[in-house]
């Protein structure tokens, strides 16, 4: 079955600086990868995803890369803001309508903005 | 803004007890979900819905788990007995079609001792 790495597991980064989240997956098959973000005491929320016909996606200060034949996606926070801080987690999906399809998540990264 | 409702949010309960939990989807959302996530892990899905009928439930324990979703809307996840390796956050999510965006509640945080 499908496998999600993620790392780091923690990001402390300067507010206003950029921050960068790295994932890789296991089987070719899979198709879409999204990324969500879980603030404390809340269930996650997706933020951005991606197609694997596509290889990079951006919405304001948010973008996400996907590099399929090393299997591995980005997600890129620029202009980092304190609202940003929260844990983020990558995932990744097969096509179609059975378990092939079910979305596996990354182990997560907690990302804290120093003012 | 419709919501995944999720009940309780806080659980504790001693091991060997049953406990269950509460979903209702936001309406229209063919596909339900439960996930359990250990405390600093990613969500692990247990059981997946299309409308009734379960689509994957391989990583669920089912000799003590349990998940039905009757009349094709709300949900409940049954665990018994409980162990203390069961203590985690209990997440529902549904969405409109299979593979897109997920929609999750706040959980239910259950503590066993």
């Known amino acids: 079955g499908e496998n999600v790495e993620q790392h780091p597991s923690t990001l402390s980064v300067q507010e206003g600086d950029s921050a960068v989240i790295k994932c890789t997956y296991s089987?070719?098959?899979?198709?879409?990868f999204p990324w969500y973000k879980q603030e404390l005491g809340k269930g996650p929320q997706l933020i951005i995803d991606?197609?694997?016909?596509?290889g990079e996606k951006k919405d304001q200060r948010i973008a996400v890369t996907l590099n399929k034949t090393a299997k591995h996606f980005s997600l890129h926070i620029t202009e980092t803001q304190p609202e940003d801080s929260a844990v983020y987690f990558c995932?990744?999906?097969?096509?179609?309508?059975?378990?092939?399809?079910?979305?596996?998540f990354g182990s997560g990264t907690r990302l804290s903005i120093r003012p | 803004e419709a919501e995944v409702a999720q009940s309780p949010r806080y659980k504790i309960t001693e091991k060997s007890q049953a406990v269950a939990f509460w979903c209702d989807p936001i309406?229209?959302?063919?596909?339900l979900y439960w996930y359990r996530q250990i405390l600093g892990q990613g969500p692990e899905l247990l059981v997946q819905?299309?409308?009734?009928?379960?689509?994957?439930d391989s990583q669920l324990p089912k000799d003590r788990f349990s998940a039905e979703r009757l009349k094709g809307v709300d949900s409940t996840l049954k665990i018994q007995p409980a162990e203390l390796g069961d203590s985690a956050m209990y997440l529902c999510?549904?969405?409109?079609?299979?593979?897109?965006?997920?929609?999750f509640g706040e959980g239910s945080r259950l503590t066993v001792l």
């Open positions: 999510a549904s969405s409109l079609v299979v593979e897109r965006e997920l929609f």
């Open positions: 089987d070719s098959a899979s198709n879409y």
């Open positions: 991606i197609r694997s016909n596509v």
């Open positions: 995932a990744a999906s097969g096509p179609g309508y059975s378990s092939a399809s079910k979305i596996i």
């Open positions: 309406s229209g959302h063919a596909t």
């Open positions: 819905f299309q409308d009734e009928s379960v689509v994957d």
